[in-house]
């Protein structure tokens, strides 16, 4: 990774800039899956037993979208980041579904796939930086 390259989170929050000016009806959730737990290595398995006990899956994507009758699952990473294979697993269950996920590292991507799944957007020609 470039030293200049944005972090995950900041590639997520672009993407929550992005949606909330092309996609004000759909409503997009973060699910958190542990990666900010504090403590020692003793604390943090403590904190995602509950977690996993309170339904966490692990590998779910980051994103749910969700608009009128519509669903769109988004794995978000930074530029040049790869899935996991618990990741990789769960996007193989969820493509199964009928949910497959996108992988972007990027609002262009996040934007062009919410395009592409049909969600509702306001904006029809938008670049990331304008």
Same mark, same amino acid.
């Given at each position: ?29 973060? =699910?958190? $899956?542990?990666? @900010?737990?504090?403590? $020692? ?15 966490? &899956? ?5 994103? %749910?979208?969700? #608009? $009128?009758?519509? =669903?769109?699952?988004?794995?978000? &990473? ?12 769960? @996007?193989?269950? %969820? ?18 796939? %919410? %395009? ?6 306001? =904006?029809?020609? #938008?670049?990331?930086?304008?």
């Amino acid at each position: 990774m470039k030293p200049d390259a944005p972090t995950e989170r900041a590639v997520q929050r672009a993407i929550l800039r992005m949606a909330g000016e092309c996609y004000p009806s759909v409503l997009i959730v973060h =699910v958190p $899956n542990g990666s @900010h737990l504090a403590g $020692n290595a003793r604390a943090r398995g403590m904190q995602m037993g509950a977690l996993k006990g309170d339904g966490l &899956k692990v590998g779910f994507p980051d994103l %749910l979208c969700l #608009w $009128n009758r519509g =669903v769109a699952l988004i794995e978000v &990473k930074r530029p040049g980041g790869k899935a996991s294979d618990a990741q990789e697993a769960m @996007h193989h269950l %969820l493509a199964e579904m009928g949910h497959a996920p996108a992988i972007v590292t990027s609002a262009t991507e996040a934007y062009v796939f %919410l %395009l592409e799944r049909g969600a509702p957007c306001r =904006v029809k020609d #938008w670049k990331e930086g304008s």
